[in-house]
């Protein structure tokens, strides 16, 4: 099969079209023909830190965390899928190939009204999100949500899926075409960080839940506009790691500070928030409330391109490579 490789840590042009063999299945997975895969940032720091996430690693030199696609062949104790299936899946790793591997208890049918190639786009974030937002952050309805980078992948489902279980949502972008394309989303308040400090404009909304990707200087002013006994949650830190906060923030209104990254949780984690999700959340794309934003697409053979795109920070919503 067809697949693209990290070649060695480096830019978007590590990136290389090979072939490969097509994965065996153990006895708990399903094999996809991949019709579509998301492109996350996790791809792109994979991509530009080999030797940590590629030392004694074969699979991890293909990238791409969710696909999706029909299952072709099925492990000898699958029980809940079956040949034919249309998919989307969370994986480890793999993505990036015109077949790959997976656990069957990771995989879930694609959202009526949903095309198969707009179902690559659901696994990662709608999973990041319960994760993250709903299961760390313990989100309620009527609470308020804050995402940071209101236009990402995580964004744009982050804020969809929180309106539609009733929350009150604010978010935070980098340019006026991106704030316009949140506020015809109806998707809360939006503000141009560029443009406006997001701690003094939010000061007094007491804001529940924070879900950040930014890390250095926005944790203590993310701490210091929370609700008391709120929740600041962390899935990155794309400004920086390392951050300097005052505790008596954190005690003085009782709040909790988080995080996770979900690429390394269990094959068991990760099965109990497939069924939450298809549970909870894909009811709300068979009503149409919650849909997959989708900016480009690429052929599997362009992911450099993809790559470019993705660090540019240009796109509003999901990026994705097809095998088309």
Known sequence: MKAIHITKSGGPEVLKLQETEKPKLDQNQVLIKVKAAGVNRSDVITR????????GSTEIMIP??????????????????KIGDKVCALIASGGYAEYVAVESSHCLPVPEGI????????????????FNVFHLGKLQPNEKLLIHGGTSGIGTMGLQMA???????????????????????????????????????????????????????????????LNKKGRLVYINGMKSMDVNINLRTIMSKNLTLTGSFLK?????????????????????????????????????????????????????????????
């Open 163 to 225: 309106k539609a279980l009733g929350s009150k949502t604010y978010t935070t972008a980098g340019s006026d075409k991106k704030i316009d394309f949140l506020k015809k989303m109806n998707l809360g308040t939006a503000i141009n960080y560029k443009k406006e400090a997001f701690e003094e404009v939010y000061k007094d909304e007491k804001i529940d839940v924070i879900l950040d990707m930014v890390g250095g200087d926005y944790t203590q002013k993310n701490l210091e506009i």
């Open 264 to 324: 390394p949780q269990s094959a068991a984690v990760k099965t109990q928030i497939a069924k939450d999700v298809e549970k909870n959340i894909w009811p709300l794309f068979q009503s149409k409330k919650i849909h997959p934003i989708i900016y480009k697409t690429f052929p599997l053979e362009q992911a450099a391109e993809a790559h470019k795109l993705m660090e540019s920070s240009d796109h509003i919503g999901k990026i994705l490579l097809t095998m088309d």
């Open 115 to 130: 095309s198969l190639t707009e179902a690559a786009a659901i696994p990662e974030t709608v999973f990041t999100v319960w």
């Open 64 to 81: 791409g965390l969710e696909v999706s696609g029909e299952i072709i062949e099925i492990g000898d104790k699958v029980t809940d899928k």
């Open 48 to 55: 530009k830190n080999m030797n940590t996430y590629g030392k």
